[in-house]
């Protein structure tokens, strides 16, 4: 069973143009979040929910929207998508306890904006 | 502002031998400090873990070593295998507050055969 998914795996589309991604975790966490890991290999967290509200919401272009249609699913919506938001975006979820707040990442989606 | 720093940016090791990869951090109100193992085309996924009560972890062939005082640590394979070979982040976080998990800019490890 897949813990973190995303849907799609890759994405190609033109300068402009507005694209999403779905997220869904079967794990039962209460914590989802979105990552951006560029051509270097960056990690930058991007937004953070917690039992669909939004905690997180780092420097991010507004263009940029996140929607939480409940605590098992964040989707990604990018407006007027640009050459720099090209990268790979990782969604994942985590149950903070005393012990730690491992995070369990999806496959990520490759975006190529050309 | 970068709140961990990672070095060395890539690592290549002989097999059979050891893998150090270091790590320093800012914010003294971090107590959490995980280390992830990225191989191409995945997402990361957390290898091993610390919290600042010990100076060292060990699990298997991979340990964390602590240093509170030096507010650095560090992750050393021993015996390293082809199959490491992978990108290495080192993160840190408050666990119960309100800091994200912040992540180092990663190692990419290369162990030749």
């Known amino acids: 069973d897949t813990a973190v998914s995303q849907t799609p795996k890759y994405l190609v589309t033109q300068m402009g143009n507005d694209k999403s991604i779905k997220c869904e975790q079967n794990l039962g966490h209460d914590t989802m979040y979105w990552y951006k890991q560029d051509s270097k290999k960056f990690l930058k967290i991007m937004f953070s929910?917690?039992?669909?509200?939004?905690?997180i919401n780092e420097t991010v272009p507004n263009r940029f929207s996140p929607k939480s249609p409940d605590k098992a699913h964040l989707n990604l919506h990018i407006n007027s998508l640009e050459l720099g938001d090209s990268a790979v975006y990782f969604c994942?979820?985590?149950?903070?306890?005393?012990?730690?707040?491992?995070?369990?990442f999806g496959p990520g989606t490759r975006l190529t904006v050309l | 502002q970068q709140q961990v720093k990672q070095s060395p940016q890539s690592l290549i090791v002989q097999k059979g031998g050891i893998s150090i990869i270091n790590c320093a951090y800012e914010n003294t109100a971090f107590d959490y400090f995980p280390w992830y193992q990225q191989f191409p085309g995945k997402g990361p996924a957390l290898l091993i873990a610390?919290?600042?009560?010990?100076s060292e972890k060990k699990e298997g062939r991979f340990t964390i070593s602590f240093n509170k005082s030096a507010k650095q640590f560090s992750l050393h394979i021993m015996d390293s295998q082809p199959g490491d070979s992978a990108t290495y982040f080192c993160a840190a976080s408050h666990l119960g507050g309100s800091e994200k998990l912040v992540f180092g800019k990663g190692t990419k490890l290369t162990v030749n055969p």
């Open positions: 610390i919290r600042p009560d010990v």
């Open positions: 994942a979820s985590s149950q903070s306890d005393l012990e730690g707040d491992t995070q369990y």
């Open positions: 929910y917690n039992n669909k509200e939004l905690i």
